[in-house]
């Protein structure tokens, strides 16, 4: 399948709409995961995930590119096509490549970004990982990878799992464990400032070496590293074995905090019995069992996926793009910019876009920490779907 040049020269990281990137139906799941390999030279690690089973081959097609801003145009001449002989690996799971990019000293900063194109409906997919950014400490020299030798693509990992750590020559690894348990976000209209925590909970695990598998047995989340007087280091989210799903009626409590009225939410926390509790709650809203069960089903499908897409330190759910894609629904347009994330949501027989902007903090845990610019201007769209999923009239 061909392309027009001419289109493909006024794409930009700026104006690409990553949407399938948080769609319900994506059929691959592109990462880049970068390994610092000298000053100004990295290990591109991009493994694509794949969501749909039985895929043949050619059916998707690779290509990745470097650029040095979010304006510089993704023409033609940038992308470098990867072929089936370039596949590192290939499992049940994943495709999986690897190149090796160096970015020239007086170039500022760098992006990478990979599409993958599905020949059959012209779908593109696209990730991009800043390389070298005002947001970026630095780059570990190790990863964890799964059995399959696949790099690890999540930020999550049950406790019982383990991950082979490498990296070139055998080095000690760093961890430390953070006990924290944190706040459902505030809404998107409420503009006073959440709480902080005023301690943070940090006990050091001690040290393990790279090519040996290593679990992690607490929930929490954990941060490693090679050198401890750095910035750089390696983030995981120890999570229970039903993660990103739910697990318990206590978990579920906490989950329906979105879509309930304060004082719904403290009669069902009071609850002894919580399963109770919460079969009356959604039978209360309809008044109607099929309708009862919908909701259930679609409301923790979507916190399903934000658990996937956007869990960091926090579960995915309790972030700010979480909490807004749980409400919400998939965006239908994600814009990127350096410094933050733009979701815009198309309502039927309107005119107007509802848009979201994230800001994106620099945080020595993740490069991909986004908080919400909330606003009182977003409260009417905010109420009309939580009244939606109310009345079981949501559809994604």
Do not use: C
Not at 324 to 332: F, R
Request: hydrophobic share 35%; proline share 6%; no cysteine.
């Amino acid at each position: 399948m061909g392309f027009n040049s001419q289109l493909w020269a006024q794409q930009t990281l700026e104006n690409l709409n990553q949407a399938l990137r948080y769609s319900r139906y994506s059929r691959v799941s592109p990462k880049i995961i970068p390994l610092k390999t000298g000053e100004r030279s990295f290990l591109l690690q991009m493994p694509i995930e794949k969501i749909e089973e039985g895929i043949e081959n050619g059916i998707y097609r690779f290509a990745y590119a470097v650029v040095s801003s979010f304006q510089e145009p993704l023409s033609a001449d940038k992308w470098t096509e990867l072929q089936d002989v370039d596949i590192r690996r290939e499992t049940d799971y994943h495709f999986y490549f690897e190149r090796e990019v160096t970015i020239p000293l007086e170039q500022e900063m760098a992006f990478a970004v990979l599409r993958v194109t599905d020949t059959r409906q012209g779908d593109e997919y696209y990730y991009h990982t800043d390389l070298i950014s005002p947001f970026i400490f630095d780059f570990p020299q190790f990863w964890g990878y799964y059995s399959d030798g696949i790099p690890f693509d999540q930020t999550f990992l049950t406790m019982t799992e383990p991950l082979e750590f490498r990296s070139r020559g055998t080095i000690g690894i760093h961890h430390f464990h953070y006990p924290t348990v944190f706040d459902v976000p505030l809404p998107p209209m409420e503009i006073r400032p959440a709480a902080v925590p005023r301690e943070l909970t940090v006990n050091y695990e001690g040290e393990f070496l790279t090519n040996i598998p290593q679990s992690f047995d607490q929930l929490g989340y954990y941060f490693l590293q090679t050198d401890t007087t750095s910035a750089s280091g390696m983030l995981i989210r120890s999570t229970h074995d039903a993660f990103p799903k739910v697990k318990t009626y206590e978990e579920m409590v906490e989950m329906v905090a979105y879509i309930s009225t304060r004082r719904e939410h403290e009669s069902l926390k009071e609850a002894e019995d919580k399963k109770q509790a919460l079969d009356l709650y959604w039978f209360n809203l309809t008044k109607e069992e099929e309708a009862s069960r919908k909701i259930i089903r679609e409301y923790f499908k979507q916190i399903e996926f934000a658990n996937i897409l956007f869990t960091d330190f926090k579960e995915g759910w309790k972030t700010d793009r979480g909490m807004v894609y749980t409400v919400m629904g998939p965006p239908n347009e994600v814009v990127f910019r350096l410094n933050g994330e733009v979701w815009s949501y198309l309502p039927e027989n309107s005119n107007s876009k509802i848009t979201f902007t994230f800001a994106r903090v620099k945080n020595i845990l993740t490069p991909n920490y986004y908080v919400l610019n909330r606003s009182r201007a977003l409260q009417p769209e905010w109420f009309k779907s939580i009244t939606q999923w109310r009345n079981a009239q949501m559809a994604f």
